[in-house]
């Protein structure tokens, strides 16, 4: 982004307007500390901004400050379209294509808002008036910090944006050890404790309020935890009777993938959680180093993310699913045997 974007920006939000602020499906906690950070940053400046989810998300961030004002687009389609249709700013955040916000796609490409894309996946699409994309990033949430100290205004960042924007930097650094973490994210994250953000109570709201029978979950998918030593590779699968059986809510299956990357030796994971309801496989892909997870998910499964995590869906069964992956796998024998 620059100079004369920025002046552009800022010239565009010194008066009132209203603005929809819409983060991708399936929102986690960059999205939804993203998204209310930059609608308190915006709340600020007496603007009517509204956050739309295309659906719900995991309970273990519906503490997170402004959380009870967001609109959800799978069970608020008429307001939210009503909101969309009025909208002269729409923010997208923490996305890469309209195609991730589900059934919000047509109604964010009919609108004739000015868009600003603010993101760290890789490859966005074109359709931002301004595009603020940064795949080296750690997290959206760090980018909207920048964003606002861009604008000449981190003395407006309060306790109740520091606590959202912490949340975003900590759940997609890994708690802030994945590469993707710099010198400048400590330095972000330290000005935000500084301005009342309270670090240890945020980790604890996300991380130490499992329910028991997500923990069981999580021990089911560690029994099925299968290992391929040549390949360098551990995968999961959670067929929907295994989530059933635990009384699976949303968000239960978050982060699990990252213990078959925990193993020693093994740099690529996958999860493939079977959702009965949408009638596809949902997976979940991790590495560790060069291999490319996004290029990994773009050519086989649909998705794509980031370098070191990506998603992708898939509408075979899931033995079926698993079948393709593991045809695909050798292909990859030298790319995953690296150093
Ligand atoms: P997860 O495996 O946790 O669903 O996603 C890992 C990362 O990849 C997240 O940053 C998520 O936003 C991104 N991601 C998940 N699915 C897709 C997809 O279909 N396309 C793209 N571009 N990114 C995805
Ligand atoms: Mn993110």
Known sequence: MNKDDIAQIRQLLSAPKNIVIVPHKNPDGDAIGSTLGLYHYLKKYGHNAQVITPNDYPGFLKWTPGEETILK??????????VIADAQIIFTLDFNAFHRTGAMEPGLEASKAIKILIDHHQEPDDYATYMYSDVSMSSTCEM????????????????????????????????????????????????L?????????????????????????????????????????????????????????????????????????????????????????????????????????????NGGGHNNAAGGRSESSLKGTVEKFLSILPEYKSALNYG
């Not at 687009?73 to 009503?82: E, G």
């Not at 994945?178 to 972000?188: D, L």
């Not at 009777?241 to 809510?249: H, T, V």
């Open 144 to 191: 909207i910090y920048h964003f606002i100290d861009m604008l000449g205004d981190t003395d407006k960042i309060d306790e109740t944006i520091a606590t959202c924007l912490y949340l975003g930097i900590m759940t997609d650094s890994g708690s802030f050890r994945f590469p993707s973490t710099t010198s400048t994210t400590h330095r972000v994250v330290a000005s």
């Open 73 to 82: 687009y799978d069970s608020q389609t008429k307001i939210c379209d009503n």
């Open 193 to 301: 404790i500084d301005k009342g953000a309270n670090n240890s109570e945020i980790h604890n709201l996300v991380f130490d309020t499992n329910s028991y029978n997500r923990l069981q979950l999580l021990g089911r998918a560690l029994s099925n935890l299968k290992v391929l030593p040549d390949l360098r590779t551990a995968y999961i699968t959670l067929s929907q009777s295994e989530l059933n059986r635990f009384d699976y809510k949303k968000g239960d299956t978050e982060g699990v993938v990252n213990y078959a990357l925990a193993l020693e030796n093994i740099i690529f994971a996958a999860i493939f959680i079977e959702d009965k309801q949408e009638g596809i496989i949902k997976i979940s892909l991790r590495s560790k180093g060069g291999f490319s997870v996004n290029e990994f998910s773009r050519a086989h499964f």
